[in-house]
């Protein structure tokens, strides 16, 4: 694809310093790739730290303040060791999310010898993120927070400090989904816990006192519900991107395209016959790309299979399983 005049000279900015793949920091070694993943973000590591306590809070009240000094024992046992199985499946789908790497593209791989590995025939262009020196393969985008392009990147979550892309979209998922369950789990027995308080003596359905376990209740019943709420929305909008095969970023960048006049004005080196040229705003970027769809459509059963692992299984809601992506789709460097 030939850059035309429209896209030389409306949307190019002369950033020299974007453009010399000499200055690229060359990509670490595979001995530093086993290193753990962690974002070292305030903010994020605070709402982590504020999910877990949440949970706690919950698990506190529904053992301590509902369930213990419950009259029947069955119930006691039941819920309690449900509550705490979907409680405990949450906070290690919160775990993966959150120290897996999302799919980082390696910094610094805008190097001669990379592009040159590329064989780029004449016509065809490939994208450089000069914020991280890398070539962008198709579908990934960068992300301020992480400082690194994503592959397939949804969006960056701060409840699970990290960004949402193709190998943790699995755990972010089940996340959004057991998180869901637990509140709508904690709603229900609040809901009979109250019902038996009015009927027995409050001093005998808690072992804290009236007033404090009224507040306790009400405090997990407004958690419970703004969670139900928030993570189902969640979920819906995570499984329909997932079939559609559309992360929320191409659909928002689509939708912006389409708004003439008001694209975000990110800057991506483009590599056209093996040599840089100045960097294109996005709006001129997505003119070049006609935001056509580059990848094979597959079906939502097929979809489903590429980011929980083929073939399907119970390993699909286990926080624990690698989901195994199959014959995955080469990656596509080259528009």
Known sequence: MMLTP????????????YLQPEKC?????????????????????????????????ADFVVLLVMLVPSRDYVYSVINGTLFNTLAFLA???HFRAMLTDPGAVPKGNATKEFIESLQLKPGQVVYKCP????????????????????????HHCPWVNNCVGENNQKYFVLFTMYIALISLHALIMVGFHFLYCFEEDWTKCS??????????????????????????VM?????????????????????LVLSAGKSPRKKYSIIQ????????SLSGIEQLKKEERR????????????????????????????????????YQYVV
Request: overall charge positive.
């Open 25 to 57: 920091v060359p990509p670490p070694s595979h001995a530093s790739l086993g290193t753990m993943w962690f974002i070292r973000d305030g903010c994020g590591i605070a709402c982590a730290v504020v999910t877990w306590m949440l949970v706690f809070y």
């Open 131 to 154: 914020k991280c020196c890398s070539i962008k393969p198709d579908r990934a985008h960068h992300c301020s927070v992480c400082k690194r392009c994503i592959r397939k990147m949804d």
């Open 235 to 255: 979920f819906g909008t995570q499984v329909h991107s997932i079939c559609t095969d559309e992360t929320r970023k191409t659909s928002e960048q689509e939708r």
């Open 295 to 330: 990848w094979a459509k597959k079906t939502k059963w097929m979809n489903m299979k590429a980011v929980f692992g083929h073939p399907f299984s119970i390993a699909w809601l286990s926080p624990f399983a690698t989901p195994d992506q199959g014959k995955a789709d080469p």
């Open 207 to 232: 072992s804290f006192s009236p007033p404090t376990t009224v507040i306790l209740l009400i405090l997990l019943c407004f958690e419970a519900l703004l969670f139900l709420i928030f993570t189902s």
């Open 273 to 280: 016959n093996n040599k840089i040229l100045p960097s294109l």
């Open 6 to 17: 429209v896209h030389r000279f409306r949307d190019i900015e002369r950033k020299p310093e």
């Open 91 to 93: 906070l290690a789908s």
